[in-house]
């Protein structure tokens, strides 16, 4: 049923947006952080009622809600959000995508994460589609202020504690141009598939740490 779903939103999203690659991207990174912001709702209910307590795992779903922003941060840069209706659009998709998200993960937390792989192996796909066809017009493209202040130039705490999958300072892109802004955003996808599928192992709350609590145990 879940990948029905997102096979039917797929639909929708490349018959609506086929060729307004920015528009596109802006919509889908705007949907891309409501999984994140359900869960850390649904943590912070847990820790609330005290049955619960999962501090990395809100830490990590933040810096995933964070890193969603950059990149929506940067589709706005690039003009993805000038027309009134996508803004419409996106806005009341995650509205609605929220609450989905909020309930399944309330009862069914696997099935939650296994929607949020879903949704994160179509990010990916979309951004390699892309590089593969604007990647010659990219690579003469600045690229835009926010992404080399997140990927390069800023703090990269939060960069580095989304990815569960690597300990701090292992992952860190170059940023030139705006091919290579398409290339980090893509890899970023690729982290969020893995940290969706480890949150859905049944080890899953011994296993899953943030990557700097990771380190400061193996000290
Ligand atoms: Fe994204
Ligand atoms: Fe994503």
């Excluded at 999984?35 to 820790?47: D, K, N």
Aim: charged content about 25%; overall charge negative.
């Amino acid at each position: 049923m879940i990948r029905c779903l997102v096979n039917f939103l797929e639909f929708l999203v490349n018959r609506f947006y086929r060729n307004r690659w920015y528009p596109r991207f802006y919509v889908l990174e705007t949907v891309a952080r409501v999984p994140y912001f359900a869960y850390i709702s649904v943590l912070h209910l847990y820790e609330s009622l005290g049955c619960w307590r999962k501090a990395d795992w809100l830490k990590v779903h933040f810096a995933e809600s964070w890193n969603e922003l950059h990149h929506l941060l940067i589709m706005e840069s690039l003009g993805g959000d000038r027309q009134w209706l996508d803004c419409f659009i996106a806005r009341h998709a995650a509205l609605v995508y929220y609450w989905i998200i909020v309930f399944l993960y309330l009862i069914a937390p696997h099935s939650a994460y296994y929607f949020a792989e879903l949704v994160e192996r179509h990010a990916y796909h979309t951004y390699d589609t892309f590089l593969q066809e604007k990647g010659d017009e990219l690579k003469v493209l600045e690229a835009p202020p926010i992404a080399i202040n997140y990927y390069r130039d800023g703090d990269l705490y939060m960069f580095d504690e989304f990815q569960t999958s690597h300990l701090p300072a292992e992952r860190r892109p170059i940023v030139n141009n705006l091919y290579d802004v398409f290339v980090a955003i893509r890899d970023d996808e690729e982290e969020h598939i893995k940290t969706m599928v480890a949150c859905q192992k049944s080890d899953a709350q011994f296993i899953l740490k943030s990557p700097h609590n990771k380190v400061i145990h193996s000290a």
